[in-house]
Every structure is written in structure tokens, then in C-alpha cells.
T-cell receptor
Framework: DAGVTQSPTHLIKTRGQHVTLRCSPI?????VSWYQQVLGQGPQFIFQ???????GRGNFPDRFSARQFPNYSSELNVNALLLGDSALYLC?????????????FGPGTRLTVT | AQSVAQPEDQVNVAEGNPLTVKCTYS??????LFWYVQYPNRGLQFLLK??????LVKGSYGFEAEFNKSQTSFHLKKPSALVSDSALYFC????????????FGSGTRLSIRP
């Protein structure tokens, strides 16, 4: 079975630009979460979606937005990119919405903002 | 507010020796606790979780963790380390009694020498 997939693998953008990152969850998983992992730190929670509804949001500015599609795939959008947005962006899926479910992570998208 | 601490940035162990990676947490209610492992250029992989019940939790690859409520700890252990266990380990906590977000620790790099 395919795991969580993310695209693109790497991305280089310029300050002020916009970026869209994509994630496909494990088949049958209806919950998708997004994380930002800065080098040397643990992942920080950005969003969780379940059944196309936003279920949770971390402490990130409104420049960050996301959505989930009917096939449960998801997009993370970041507007007006800053140098500090450079990070590994991880997508994770789980089979349910409960907080007790473990998450399965994709390989991530490495975003570099210059 | 909830928090999680991994007090050791790096743990070095000889192959065949037991290993412990420490994690302490702070939540206002009862926690869900998780351990994840990250190999170079990969996403996080789930190792084990504590939800309720037996304080000793067994997980993947021979790892186990003990939930200690009085010491608010959830240390990861393995009786005999392998070189292939070398990776970055993250502890994560979620307060089950509130609509809280999952918090990851800063990570501990485990290095197993042959």
C-alpha cells in the first residue's frame, strides 16, 4: 500500500511569492494534518482537516491556509513568503479524527525561501 | 498550557547495550503520549503510544516506553541497541481533556556505535 505522498519534494521561492504544497493521504484515511519542521526542531502543528472540515489550527499567521478535497487529499498554501518560512513541511494522515490516533507522515516538502 | 521536554539533545550508546531516551511532559489533564522516529531525509515514523491502561507500552522495532504519571515522564527504552536504531527521536503529547493541539519535543539524536 502506498504511504502518504507529498509534492513537490523540493521547492525554491523568492520572498513575497506564494506557494502551494500537496498531500495525498493513505487510502482510507480521512484526516490530514500539516506541520512545519525547522532545522533542529520538532514539527510544529499548522492545521488538521477531517472530512473536509478544519478541525484544528496552530499558531501560524493568516498567510497560511489549507483545504481538503472530496478525495481527502489536501493543499497547504502560504502567501507572501518570508525567509523564516524556509522549512520542511510535513503532511500526516490518520484513520480517524480522534486525538488518540497515531499519524502516518509523508517524506515532506523542503521549502527554501530566498 | 501543555509542553513536552526532551532534556538530551544527543544520546550515545554502544551496540548491544540498553538505551533510554528521556521525555517529560506537562498537561492540565490526562495525556495522550507518542514516540516517533525520523531517519535522514525522511518523514516521521510512529513507534508507540500511550492512551490508557498498562503503563508499559510496547512498540515497533523492540522499543517500549513507560508512562509514569507521578513523574510526568514517558521515557523510551530498548534492552539491546542496534546500529540501525541511530536516528532522531521525537516525543509528542496531547491533552485529551481539551481541544488541544499535539506538541512535539525538540528531538533527541540517538547514536549507536558498533
Amino acid at each position: 500500500d502506498a504511504g502518504v505522498t507529498q509534492s513537490p519534494t523540493h521547492l525554491i521561492k523568492t520572498r513575497g511569492q506564494h506557494v502551494t504544497l500537496r498531500c495525498s493521504p493513505i487510502s482510507g484515511h480521512k484526516s490530514v494534518s500539516w506541520y512545519q519542521q525547522v532545522l533542529g526542531q520538532g514539527p510544529q502543528f499548522i492545521f488538521q482537516y477531517y472530512e473536509k472540515e478544519e478541525r484544528g489550527r496552530g499558531n501560524f499567521p493568516d498567510r497560511f491556509s489549507a483545504r481538503q478535497f472530496p478525495n481527502y487529499s489536501s493543499e497547504l498554501n502560504v502567501n507572501a513568503l518570508l525567509l523564516g518560512d524556509s522549512a520542511l513541511y510535513l503532511c500526516a494522515s490518520s484513520s480517524g479524527a480522534s486525538d488518540s490516533y497515531e499519524q502516518y507522515f509523508g517524506p515532506g516538502t523542503r521549502l527554501t525561501v530566498t | 498550557a501543555q509542553s513536552v521536554a526532551q532534556p538530551e539533545d544527543q544520546v550515545n550508546v554502544a551496540e548491544g547495550n540498553p538505551l533510554t531516551v528521556k521525555c517529560t511532559y506537562s498537561v492540565s489533564g490526562n495525556p495522550y503520549l507518542f514516540w516517533y522516529v525520523q531517519y535522514p531525509n525522511r518523514g516521521l515514523q510512529f513507534l508507540l503510544k500511550y492512551i490508557t491502561g498498562d503503563n508499559l507500552v510496547k512498540g515497533s522495532y523492540g522499543f517500549e516506553a513507560e508512562f509514569n504519571k507521578s513523574q510526568t515522564s514517558f521515557h523510551l527504552k530498548k534492552p539491546s541497541a542496534l546500529v540501525s536504531d541511530s536516528a532522531l527521536y521525537f516525543c509528542a503529547v496531547r491533552d485529551r481533556s481539551s481541544a488541544s493541539k499535539i506538541i512535539f519535543g525538540s528531538g533527541t539524536r540517538l547514536s549507536i556505535r558498533p
